[in-house]
Every structure is written in C-alpha cells, then in structure tokens.
C-alpha cells in the first residue's frame, strides 16, 4: 500500500504531466492560428503570439513528458533511487527552460509602446486596417504618426482626427494578454519545484529505507 508521500507524488506528476500537455497545446495551437487567416477577432493574437517563443515552447513541453517517462521505472522499482536522481537532474534543466520563457515574455512587456510600434510598422496596411477596426483607432500615436489606413473606421482625416491612436489600447491590450502568458509559464515553473522537492523526499525516504535493510540484514533479520 502506498504512503501519504508516495500518493501525493504522484499527484504532482499528474499535475506536471497536464502541464505539460497544456504548454504543448497552446504552442501548437497558437503555431496553427498564426498561418490562419486574419480577422478583427483574432488579429492582436496572432501578432502577439508571434513575438513569443512558440517553438522553444514545443521543446520544452517534449522535455517535460521526457521527465515524466522517467518517473515510471522509479514507480516500478519502489527501491531504485537513480531513476529519481535523473528526473531530479531533468526537472532542474525545465524549470531554468520554462523560467527562462517566461522572462524572455515578462521583459517584452516592460517595453510594450516601443515594441508594438516597431510591430505596427512591420505590418501591411491591411492588417493596420484590422487592427484600427478591433480598437477603434487612427494611427498608431495619432491619426498622422504614421498615417492612418483608410477603412470603416477611419473614412477621412476629419473622422480619423477625431479618434485616438491605437497605442493605448493595443498596449492595454498586449500587456493583459502577455501578462497572462508568463504568469502561467511562472506557474509551470513553481510546479516544476514542486515535484522536485517531492523526488527529493521520496529519494530521503527511499535512503532510510535501504539503510534500515542494510541494518536489519546486520542484525541477522
């Protein structure tokens, strides 16, 4: 029968392991929504999953199921303690990954104008347009810097004047979404430490075990 230790273990691989399948989905996902089509609904995404690493993403959810699978044979072996060694070792390197993503996100946001500016000049005026259709803006700054695109909401100058530059609710907009994104990468990786300060009980565990047999098989028992 498995101990309290042992079970709550094996709840945080759970946890690890639908973590990791979620990282997975999202970064696959989010890749599949990027050659998609572009509309005023999802527009503001896929520019902004754009920026983040997607495929650094991929690999480190392939590392997590890698350290998952390592788990197994220190399941089936109740007094191995090198496969837990070598999970510990792995969990170490995707924690410091994930961690790693996250930063890499959490910095963009500091600089968030100056980023989506840059963004916003790389873009062909149809995606401007689509993107002054979703916020209801002219321009970037104003309606003049840089130039409005002419659509649906931005008929004329006169119109276009009269209505603020996206800066302001792109920026709201990408800091709400980004924020969202590395404070879940920041969750993986306190799971990450989770299950490692579990490994590390269950390898104690497993250490007095072994060194009450070695003790008992002295005594003659």
Known sequence: MMNKLMLTFLGVEFLFLCSGGLLLGFCLVSEQQERGVKTVSNVAYDILLFQCPLTAGVVNAILMFLTFLLSLPALALPMNRGWLKLQGWLLVICSFFTLIL?????????????????????????????????????????????????DSVCPDSFSASQKMGCVGPFSQFANTYLDLIFTAAFGIVGLDVLLLLCVVMVLKFRGELQRYRHIDEKNGF
């Open 102 to 150: 996250g930063l890499f996100i959490w910095f963009d946001t500091l600089q968030t104008r100056k980023n989506l500016n840059v963004i916003w000049g790389q873009q062909d005026s149809n995606i401007q347009s689509l993107l002054q259709e979703k916020f209801n803006c002219c321009g970037y700054l104003d309606s003049m810097t840089p130039p409005f695109i002419v």
